[in-house]
């Protein structure tokens, strides 16, 4: 019995995450933690509501989770059983087991307390899938408590610039000597932009930076509190400006000319342009800023700001001229929906003006045509195209079109591989030809999950249903009406070829391929290769 149960708690602590999924018990250990703090001397609560054997007198092993050690001091007064009496014997097993024996046949339930007095200290080390466990020797019953959670102790670590003086939210205009302090913790450890750990002995400077501290103490049992972290931000340096466009002295027929700032500079900046406004430079250091010229020679004094205070400053002279050059986008048309994986921009501009499509310098032939391969987003593209003369009279075009993502799926009669985009999958049964209507058959599972579609077959009425997004497919078998849901309404569409049964699956004609999916298809007859193209419009 004893090799029994010490084999039978070593498996419960050795795979607590696994034990609970093989062990197979009728009730469940409640335990209550009164401090549950890693560390902690605690008091501990055990209750068992649903027992499935008449109590007598028993011998119960309290079995404790990894890293727990219980003093080998344990007495009887320290542990109180249910209607506030003591056991007959309490006895030390191990470091993480006690024994207790107590005549338990008037009690429906067990509750066990075990008192501060006794000295177990919660363990600084943790398994979340950690549990304790109630062993009745007498009917050899196990039983455990669902997963336990101790939590670290609070943090009571201060960041101080001098002896009273905590941190600020603001910049730091200039390096800066940190202190740390806490009155209860044995050391304190900290943590500079996820680095290694280092243990904090005398306080250190910081220089230009930004800095992401975290910082804990230890506290004399081992326990490590939980991290604060602390955010400090220094920008010891005036911002470095530098105005990329325009250049000085450029002459420019636009009375509203774009200012294209890049900043350099480790805190948000403002800029100010004299007469014009304060624009704030976005995080990635480059700042576009519309600004109004007057005819004739236009002196523009601009000015940088750092969150710290600092500042730097500069000018710049423009001469405003006149007439914007042609520009006009013959291809992809306004709202047109495209289904490619990329998109030629076509057009036509004002010969010798340079053309930009997105970012994009674009080369002209000698008639001022231009053509741009494009890599769109799905969905919704919007794309400037521009186009300035060497006046630097400029012209722009907004283009906007949709992409869909396109599925090709090449298939060979007779064979069960086909690719989807270029990649090889299994296409069971492979496609044929119909003798009698000469008309293409695909396995209808196939097509529809290509096209992400949810097969589900539905007994009560002896059909398939396709599902995907707010849309619903219906077909049967040697039916040639096709139903289309979408919420309440319903389309029938009548095929001229029906669906049908081909080695025990649902075999789709070409038809049903085109009229439902809108797909096109390519015949090779020569290769005897079928290309059926699809646009992934939202819809059916």
Known sequence: MKKFLSFLIALIFSFSGVFTLSAKQEALLSVFIDKPVF?????????????????????????????????NTIHQKDVILSKEYHPTSVE?????????????SKLKEIEVQISEQAGINNPIEWLDSSVFAMVFTRTDFVVISQNIQLRQPNNTVKLLLNESQGLSSQWYAEPISLRMASSVTKEIRFRINNENDQIYKEEF?????????SYWGIRNSGAAESEKNASIRIDALSPRIT??????NELTNQEKI?????????????ILIQGYGEYLVPSHGISTIPVSLKPGLNVIQYRAIDEAGHSSEGSVQLMLDITPPYLNILSPRHEEIICTSRVDIVGKAEIDSQVWVGDIPVLLDRFGNFVVQWTPDLGRNQVLVRAVDRA?????????FLVYPGIVVEASLGKNTALVNGEAREMQPAPFVDRQTAELYFPLRFMAETLSYKLEWVPQGAYVSMKKDNWEIRIRSL?????????SEVEEVRLQYMPTIYQGAMMIPAEFIKRIWAGDLMMDPDLKKVIMHFCEKSGV
Do not use: C, M
């Open 39 to 71: 560390g902690e001397n605690s008091s501990y609560r055990f209750l068992l509501e649903q027992i499935p054997f008449e109590l007598e007198h028993e011998r119960i092993i309290l079995s404790f989770p990894l890293y727990f050690k219980i003093p």
């Open 92 to 104: 030390w097993v191990d470091h993480r087991n006690i024994a207790i024996e107590a005549d338990f």
């Open 205 to 213: 400077q910081l220089g230009e930076g930004i800095y992401e501290i």
């Open 243 to 248: 105005l990329l466009s325009p250049k000085n």
């Open 258 to 270: 774009e200012f294209k700032f890049q900043i350099e500079d480790i805190s948000q900046v403002r």
């Open 392 to 400: 630097g009279n400029e012209t722009r075009k907004e283009l906007q």
């Open 479 to 487: 039916d040639p009406v096709v139903q289309i849901r979408s919420g």
